[in-house]
């Protein structure tokens, strides 16, 4: 390449870098309007990619043909170890949860029953403390006073980021269709992913 040439590189790299920088704002609403479409298919490439490994487990193991002439093709023992393998990590997800959800329903509500005790015991500590430390009995005493402010307030802060909830369970809502069909993609890449790879390999 000639200095002529690598002069326009650099000038063009030079004038996009200054691009990038002065319009990062609408930059940044691109690629979030961006990744916001296409959630569902990165999903779906990143499930397929974590459940490759176990769909070749049933494949090649479990549905693997016993006798020459088995019945079952390459596609349908494809199909039956996506299926297995999809089947599999969802079992196991729900019993994670379903083992984890209790605990933390007692957990929570044992901090909500003794919480209470616990500002007694505070209140307990302040008083002691006031006695021998007045510096220690007064941030003690402010702490408690902002916890008697918050449970007195609590409806109040309950109305005021009811909104906010409300947008945290849409978007929850919103990533959980966004995973729903990331299986669904997941599932197409599975199964045609040799397909897929020469299709690639011919860009």
Not at 99 to 116: C, E, F, G
Not at 154 to 173: H, M, T
């Amino acid at each position: 390449m000639t200095i002529a040439a690598y002069t326009v590189i650099v000038l063009l790299l030079t004038i996009s870098i200054v691009f990038f920088f002065l319009n990062l704002d609408i930059i940044s609403v691109f690629f979030k309007k961006l990744f916001k479409i296409t959630a569902p298919l990165l999903y779906g490439a990143c499930i397929a990619y974590a459940l490759n490994p176990l769909t070749k487990i049933f494949e090649e193991k479990v549905f693997r043909p016993r006798r020459k002439k088995s019945k079952l093709s390459r596609s349908t023992r494809r199909g039956l170890a996506v299926a297995s393998s999809i089947f599999s990590v969802v079992a196991f997800l729900t019993l994670f949860v379903a083992m984890i959800i209790p605990q933390l329903k007692v957990s929570v509500k044992d901090l909500i029953d003794k919480l209470p005790e616990y500002i007694a015991s505070l209140e307990d500590l302040a008083n002691s403390l006031s006695q021998s430390n007045e510096t220690i009995a007064g941030i003690v005493n402010s702490a408690l006073e902002y916890l008697d402010d918050l449970m007195s307030r609590s409806y109040e802060l309950l109305q005021e980021y009811l909104p906010l909830l409300k947008d945290i369970l849409q978007s929850v809502a919103t990533a959980v269709l966004d995973i729903v069909l990331g299986f669904v993609f997941a599932v197409y890449f599975l199964c045609a992913k040799e397909y897929i790879l020469a299709q690639t390999k011919k860009i």
